[in-house]
């Protein structure tokens, strides 16, 4: 089946460290994405990345970096200088070349919780 | 810059209810426009979406007209179950640029039996 995975569901961090969200697709999709969804609100775009080895900052960059090396992932690291991270992280992906070349497909997030 | 704005919620309905959640939206051109659903602790799903005026977005009984006069995106559904029970965001993007999605806050859906 394809689809996009995301890893760990759950993830708590202690004040001070980095800590790196895992995101992998196997639908051949080009562009990837790293939404932020805290309670109530809506999601927040903090990374996205339409090619290879090409990225770009969001709505909501700071404390957060990326790289894309591969098609299939995309992962977001967490950094000690975000100040509030505790939220829930979405990663998405999307086909750039098709008739519906504009919806996104959703992983099933994580939750990161700092302690 | 893009915009969305949905109406608070959370909305509290009685099964077989009929469902309106507004959606407006701010953005210049023809952004296509989505309708996504997210379920206790999971990520989201596409429900139905629209890409140019006048157009209905359909699926599992809920409908969306893209309304270009009013800006607007209103999901509908006939009859709720209570499994219809979500949060449910709108969103819009662009053909263009970062095609990223600019979303509502979403609106949380309790059906009671």
């Known amino acids: 089946d394809g689809g996009i995975t995301q890893s760990p569901k759950y993830l708590f961090r202690k004040e001070g460290q980095n800590v790196t969200l895992s995101c992998e697709q196997n639908?051949?999709?080009?562009?990837m994405y790293w939404y932020r969804q805290d309670p109530g609100q809506g999601l927040r775009l903090i990374y996205y990345?339409?090619?290879?080895?090409?990225?770009q900052k969001g709505d909501i960059a700071e404390g957060y970096s990326v790289s894309r090396e591969k098609k299939e992932s995309f992962p977001l690291t967490v950094t000690s200088a975000q100040k509030n991270p505790t939220a829930f992280y979405l990663c998405?992906?999307?086909?750039?070349?098709?008739?519906?070349?504009?919806?996104?497909?959703f992983g099933p997030g994580t939750r990161l919780t700092v302690l | 810059g893009d915009s969305v704005t949905q109406m608070e919620g959370p909305v509290t309905l009685s099964e077989e209810a009929f469902l309106t959640i507004n959606c407006t939206y701010t953005?210049?051109?023809?952004?296509?426009l989505f309708w996504y659903v997210q379920y206790p602790g999971e990520g989201l799903q596409l429900l139905l979406k629209?890409?140019?005026?006048?157009d209905k977005g359909s699926n599992k009984g809920f409908e969306a007209t893209y309304r270009k006069e009013t800006t607007s995106f209103h999901l509908e559904k006939g009859s709720v179950q209570v499994s219809d029970s979500a949060v449910y965001f709108c969103?819009?993007?662009?053909?263009?640029?970062?095609?990223?999605?600019?979303f509502g806050s979403g609106t949380r859906l309790q059906v009671q039996p």
């Open positions: 998405a992906s999307q086909k750039a070349s098709s008739s519906s070349y504009n919806e996104q497909f």
């Open positions: 969103a819009l993007s662009r053909d263009t640029g970062r095609r990223a999605l600019t």
């Open positions: 629209a890409t140019k005026a006048d």
């Open positions: 990345s339409q090619i290879v080895n090409d990225f």
């Open positions: 953005a210049t051109g023809y952004p296509s």
């Open positions: 639908l051949n999709h080009d562009a």
